[in-house]
């Protein structure tokens, strides 16, 4: 029972230490979602569709007010996945690996923009449907930050680290890319799996531990 | 590019050093599934029912080939969820936090059979439905194993301890119980979001970390 008391201390300060008052991380997740180049778009929505903002994102992005479907190569499709704006180069796909298997697909972890041979998939919008040989990732564990953040960190762009994350269902993720940028806001971002599996959700805090040399 | 080439070798090794050989604790995912009472099987699939074995799991457990739908009280429904025998007392069912997000449900986080204001799930059968009032749950961490295990690792029962998880997208458990018993071979439960979030699957080995004291 003592040993219950003196845990359950030590996560409630933990928990503290752990909030953007104390240098905390906090937590965006997020949830499978699209982003889309020019022409899928028009093949998608019609030609010269605009996106219709819903909901302001970290660093000029956006939610959007469309969704699609998208079907993996076994035919099985998720409904409802959200694009996010502005329109990008190319049209990815980011899902956490539980879509990927309710999908059949078997997308490789990567960076976003990393698309080479990362798996095929169908997207289908109300005005047509497209085929992806490659676009369907799931995405990296990453942080975005500020040079500023950066220097009070003392870590660098691309750097792998480590967040400790405190709860009742806590513990710690490697393999945490950081990533540096003066449009960055200060924001770690996990995939629905992740999170899930963590027991936390976007506002929470985590902490940056730098990586221990082998 | 020699701190990635470092960084490769230790993974290599630790990956080595955490399989089954070295000490290591191979993994169990467990997707959804129903524990179910002699009274519920009756009423989902008729008057003293039988299930069939598909497939023996661990401790006398068996995977059968009946399955049903569950339906949360937002009315959201996912189909396909197995039945595990032999039957309990009590009628369980268990989710990962994904899964309680698509069922428009908030189960707690708790060990089998801990049931108490659990969460309202309705079960639907091909002869009938049950509405649990509370049963269903999210299963914590956890690792079975025998009391030569225990003592092999310096555990006891019900001891909180840490995992290891070495890959490319590996980390720390934090808040795993340990359950030791005669019927149990050495296995740590994990539930889809856990697994999928750190990029693990069935027969993967993790390492037991006793936890530090505050």
Redesign the interface.
Same mark, same amino acid.
């Given at each position: 029972m003592e040993e219950k008391i003196? %845990?359950l201390?030590?996560k409630t300060v933990m928990k503290e230490l752990s909030s953007k008052e104390s240098g905390g991380i906090p937590i965006g997740v997020s949830a499978r979602h699209i982003h889309i180049s020019r022409k899928d778009l028009d093949t998608l929505f019609g030609e010269d569709y605009q996106l219709k903002k819903k909901k302001e994102l970290m660093g000029g992005q956006f939610a959007s007010a469309e969704m699609v479907t998208i079907v993996g190569t076994k035919l099985k499709a998720i409904e409802n996945v959200r694009i996010l704006g502005p329109i990008r180069s190319k049209t990815q796909v980011e899902v956490? /690996?539980?879509d990927a298997?309710k999908l059949g697909i078997n997308p490789p972890?990567r960076e976003s923009g990393d698309l080479k041979a990362s798996a095929p998939i169908a997207i289908v919008g109300p005005k047509g449907v497209v085929y992806l040989e490659e676009g369907c990732i799931i995405a990296? /564990?990453h942080i975005h930050m500020s040079p500023k953040d950066a220097f009070r960190f003392g870590v660098r762009d691309q750097e792998?680290v480590?967040v400790e994350i405190v709860g &009742? /269902? +806590?513990?710690?993720?490697? %393999?945490v890319q950081v990533r540096v940028d003066e449009s960055f806001t200060l924001e770690m971002h996990?995939?629905?799996?992740?999170?899930? +599996?963590?027991?936390i959700i976007s506002g929470d805090h985590v902490v940056l531990k730098k990586k221990m &040399?082998?």
């Amino acid at each position: 029972m003592e040993e219950k008391i003196i %845990d359950l201390i030590t996560k409630t300060v933990m928990k503290e230490l752990s909030s953007k008052e104390s240098g905390g991380i906090p937590i965006g997740v997020s949830a499978r979602h699209i982003h889309i180049s020019r022409k899928d778009l028009d093949t998608l929505f019609g030609e010269d569709y605009q996106l219709k903002k819903k909901k302001e994102l970290m660093g000029g992005q956006f939610a959007s007010a469309e969704m699609v479907t998208i079907v993996g190569t076994k035919l099985k499709a998720i409904e409802n996945v959200r694009i996010l704006g502005p329109i990008r180069s190319k049209t990815q796909v980011e899902v956490a /690996r539980t879509d990927a298997i309710k999908l059949g697909i078997n997308p490789p972890v990567r960076e976003s923009g990393d698309l080479k041979a990362s798996a095929p998939i169908a997207i289908v919008g109300p005005k047509g449907v497209v085929y992806l040989e490659e676009g369907c990732i799931i995405a990296n /564990r990453h942080i975005h930050m500020s040079p500023k953040d950066a220097f009070r960190f003392g870590v660098r762009d691309q750097e792998i680290v480590t967040v400790e994350i405190v709860g &009742k /269902r +806590g513990g710690t993720f490697d %393999d945490v890319q950081v990533r540096v940028d003066e449009s960055f806001t200060l924001e770690m971002h996990l995939d629905t799996d992740e999170a899930n +599996g963590m027991g936390i959700i976007s506002g929470d805090h985590v902490v940056l531990k730098k990586k221990m &040399k082998a």
